[in-house]
């Protein structure tokens, strides 16, 4: 019998793009600057998938002065609700303290509701007839604008579906700051709590080619970004640190992308003209199927005690200017521009 041994290490891509720090990123923090001294709560969102990765290093040195609650939403696509999934998120939980941290699940309401009682606990002991008033901020596309809708549906009591915010699978809906929205009347006791959507900000410059790929099948920048067979090669890679039966409905353990896609492409119909693998489309597919719970619910950061304190510390040795953040936006325009071309 012949013994499947994983990948350990995945290659660093020295080619890939570092940046997705766009002009509408920039002036959507600086609108958030300028609100800040009437908010009095900022509620900051990260995908549970990427609890290191979906952190912005930006916020924490821009928004400060203001009680903040930290939100991991996608819970129901990364964690099977075992005891370990249990276990990463206490170790979660600790990084942060004092500083609360949730964690929520579009199937579990009772994860919306916890959002809902902080607004209430908030509000009562704010002690202001006019409301509390807090700003949902986080990267592109780590669900801000799901739980706006989500908080709001719960808090007001709401049967219909309705929503306060535009809700698309790629990041870039939100442009701008929304008008406040409220989640929660007044009583006598407290006064209502508003909530306001932002646009998702990404960071000048990510660290290593590793959290863009991460940040990517996380959907965090477009899917044109980087190339589809690139992201199912570091998703066969994390696939098979977790578990290699999980394709085996398409193809063999196997650590070549190439190989997996050959075989996916027959049995899911990817084909190009002659009949030999169409390997984007194949490729495209396979991480949207991960998307959606397809191919297993797991983590793609590492969560371990330390796990935190080492991200910082690499993001702060960087130093990055923001000089090299704006030439890392133009080169992004540029790329962006002529694959448009290409494909038009």
Same mark, same amino acid.
Not at 73 to 76: P, V
Not at 188 to 192: A, H, I, K, M, N
Not at 194 to 203: L, S
């Given at each position: ?5 994983p ?10 793009p570092r940046?997705?720090?766009l002009g ?5 923090l600086d609108n958030?600057?300028?609100l800040l ?14 609890p ?9 040195s821009?928004?400060?002065?203001r009680?903040?609650l930290?939100?991991h939403?996608?819970?129901?696509l990364g964690?099977?609700d ?16 004092p ?5 929520t699940?579009?199937d579990?309401?009772e994860?919306?509701?916890q ?20 700003l949902i901020?986080?990267?592109p596309n780590?669900?801000?604008s799901?739980?706006?809708n ?5 808090g007001m009591?709401?049967q219909?579906?309705f929503?306060?915010a535009?809700?698309m ?13 409220k989640?929660?009347?007044?009583t ?5 709590v ?10 000048p410059?990510?660290?290593?080619s590793?959290?863009?790929l ?6 965090c920048?477009?899917d044109n ?7 199912a ?7 098979n ?18 190989e997996?896609?050959d075989n ?7 084909l190009?003209?002659?009949g030999g693998?169409n !390997? /984007?489309?194949?490729?495209?597919? +396979?991480? *949207?199927r991960?998307?959606?719970t #397809?191919f297993? @619910?797991?983590?793609l950061?590492e969560?371990?005690?330390?796990s935190f ?5 690499? !993001? /702060?040795?960087m130093?990055?200017? +923001?000089? *090299?953040?704006?030439?890392?936006e #133009?080169e992004? @325009? ?11």
């Open positions: 019998m012949v013994w499947f041994v990948r350990r290490v995945f290659p660093t891509l020295d080619n890939l940046s997705y720090f509408h990123h920039k002036k959507g958030m600057k300028i001294s009437s908010i009095n709560v900022v509620v900051e969102c990260r995908d549970y998938r990427i290191l990765s979906s952190r912005n290093p930006l916020f924490e821009s928004l400060t002065g009680e903040r930290i939100v939403t996608k819970q129901d964690s099977e075992h005891p370990e999934d249990r276990e990463r998120e206490r170790i979660i939980r600790g990084w942060h303290h500083t609360p941290v949730a964690f699940n579009k579990n309401q994860t919306i509701k959002i809902v009682d902080f607004a209430k606990d908030h509000a009562k002991s704010a002690d202001s007839l006019t409301g509390t008033k807090i901020i986080g990267m780590v669900g801000k799901s739980l706006l989500a908080v709001r549906k719960q009591n709401m219909r579906k929503k306060a535009y809700v699978a790629q990041p870039g809906t939100t442009k701008k700051i929304t008008t406040q929205v989640i929660v009347e007044g006598e006791e407290r006064g209502p508003y909530v306001m959507d932002t646009p998702g900000v990404f960071m410059y990510v660290p290593n590793e959290t863009m991460k940040l990517a099948l996380c959907s920048v477009p970004f980087i190339s589809h067979v690139t992201l090669d570091y998703l066969l890679y994390k696939m640190l977790y578990d290699h039966n999980i394709y085996g409905e398409y193809s063999y353990p196997t650590n070549d992308i190439i997996l896609l996916l492409a027959q049995r899911a119909g990817k190009a003209r002659g693998a !390997y /984007e489309a194949a490729a495209l597919w +396979l991480v *949207q991960w998307r959606m #397809k297993g @619910r797991f983590m950061d969560v371990a005690d330390d304190e080492k991200a910082k510390r690499e !993001y /702060e040795s130093d990055i200017s +923001l000089h *090299q953040a704006k030439k890392a #133009k992004t @325009r540029k790329k962006l521009a002529a694959e448009h071309r290409l494909a038009v």
